[in-house]
C-alpha cells in the first residue's frame, strides 16, 4: 500500500478527490482550478516530490494573476486537495498550509469587470458556464434556507451546520460572481465557423508527438475557465497551451515544464 501512495500521480491525485463522493466540492469550478493545479506541475509528476517552495511560488503565481478574491478562492480549492491528500496518506509533508492567501486589504471602487479582458470560450464551455450558474443560484437559495433554519438554534457560538452553510454560501456567491464576470466579457469562438486556418486556436484540437517517448496524445485548447485534464483539455496561458498556440502541424516546439524542457512534434491540428 504505501508503495502504490508513494506514486501517485498529480492527476491519479486529482481524481481521486474528485470521484470520492465524500469530497465536497463545486464540480467543474474545482475541476478547472485543479485543472490549473495540474498543468503548472505536471499531470505525471510524483504528488509527493513537490515541494513545499514550488506551492509557495504556484500561490504567488496565482495572487499575481488577478484580483484578491478570485485568487484567493482559486488558492482555496488547491488548499481542500492538498489537505485532502495529506490525510489520506499520499503526502507525507503537508502542502496545504504552504498555499499562501493573501487577504484583500484595499477596496477598488472601480468594477471588477472593468479591467478583465476578453475572454474566448468554445461554445461548449459557454454552455457550460450557464448551466454552473443556474445550478449556483438554485443552490443560493438552498443555502438561504439551511442558513435560516440553522440560525433559530439560540447556540449560535457552537452551531456547526450555521457555520458550514455559511462558509458554502461564501464559495457560492464568489463563484457566481466570477461566473458573471467572465460570461459578460466572453466572446463565443466555433472553430467551425472559422475561415479555414491550420495554425492552432482557441478550440482547436492539436495531436502532440512526444519526441524523447514516442507517445502521442491528443488536447483541446481552450480559455482558462474551461481548462481539465480529466478530458484533456488545456488552457491556451498553460507551458503547452502557449507553445502551440498560433503553430501549425509539422513544427517542432519545447516546453518548459516543472521537470525540464521537453520537446513535442505537432502531428495533427484541426476544428
Request: aromatic share 4%; proline share 4%.
Amino acid at each position: 500500500m504505501l508503495e502504490e501512495q508513494d506514486t501517485v500521480t498529480v492527476i491519479e491525485g486529482i481524481s481521486k478527490y474528485i470521484n470520492n463522493p465524500r469530497t465536497k466540492t463545486d464540480g467543474p469550478h474545482t475541476a478547472t482550478e485543479l485543472g490549473r493545479f495540474a498543468q503548472y506541475y505536471g499531470a505525471d509528476r510524483v504528488l509527493k516530490e513537490i515541494d513545499p517552495s514550488e506551492v509557495g511560488s504556484y500561490s504567488e503565481r496565482i495572487s499575481e494573476g488577478g484580483a484578491v478574491p478570485q485568487a484567493a478562492e482559486k488558492l482555496q480549492v488547491v488548499r481542500a486537495f492538498l489537505s485532502y491528500m495529506k490525510k489520506s496518506g499520499h503526502l507525507e509533508v503537508n502542502l496545504a498550509q504552504h498555499v499562501r492567501i493573501k487577504k484583500n486589504r484595499v477596496r477598488n471602487n472601480k468594477p471588477a469587470d472593468m479591467a478583465q479582458e476578453v475572454i474566448e470560450l468554445t461554445p461548449s464551455g459557454h454552455k457550460q458556464l450557464n448551466s454552473e450558474l443556474d445550478n449556483l443560484k438554485q443552490e443560493r437559495v438552498v443555502l438561504a434556507e439551511e442558513i435560516h433554519k440553522a440560525a433559530q438554534d439560540k447556540d449560535v457560538r457552537e452551531n456547526a451546520p450555521l457555520e458550514a452553510a455559511r462558509e458554502q454560501q461564501g464559495h457560492v456567491e464568489s463563484r457566481i460572481r466570477d461566473i458573471e464576470v467572465q460570461l459578460r466579457n466572453a466572446v463565443v469562438i466555433d472553430p467551425k465557423k472559422r475561415k479555414k486556418d491550420a495554425r492552432v486556436r482557441i478550440g482547436a484540437k492539436v495531436t502532440l508527438k512526444d519526441l524523447s517517448s514516442g507517445k502521442e496524445q491528443g488536447y483541446t485548447v481552450v480559455s482558462v475557465s474551461e481548462a481539465n485534464p480529466l478530458e484533456n483539455k488545456i488552457s491556451n496561458v498553460s507551458p503547452v497551451g502557449k507553445a502551440v498556440m498560433k503553430r501549425v502541424a509539422g513544427q517542432q516546439i519545447e516546453v518548459d515544464t516543472p521537470l525540464g524542457k521537453q520537446s513535442f512534434l505537432i502531428v495533427r491540428v484541426s476544428a
